[in-house]
């Protein structure tokens, strides 16, 4: 099951640093961020 779920767990790291990166563009769209966040927060507790 985690092997399925790498890749969602790398388009998610990603999504993270761009988040981090680009924090004016993130902004515009908190809850696009806040669901990448928790579905971030989501995959770490995953692999726990």
């Known amino acids: 099951v ?3 779920l ?3 767990k790398n ?3 990603l999504c993270y640093s761009l988040y981090k ?3 004016d563009i993130m ?6 961020a806040h ?3 928790d579905f971030r927060c989501f ?3 995953l692999q726990d």
Do not use: A, R, S, Y
Not at 27 to 32: A, G, I
């Open 27 to 32: 902004e515009v769209l908190p809850d696009l």
């Open 43 to 45: 995959m770490q507790n």
């Open 11 to 13: 388009l998610g790291d």
């Open 21 to 23: 990166t680009t924090p």
């Open 35 to 37: 669901v990448l966040f």
């Open 6 to 8: 790498k890749p969602l």
């Open 2 to 4: 985690i092997d399925l």
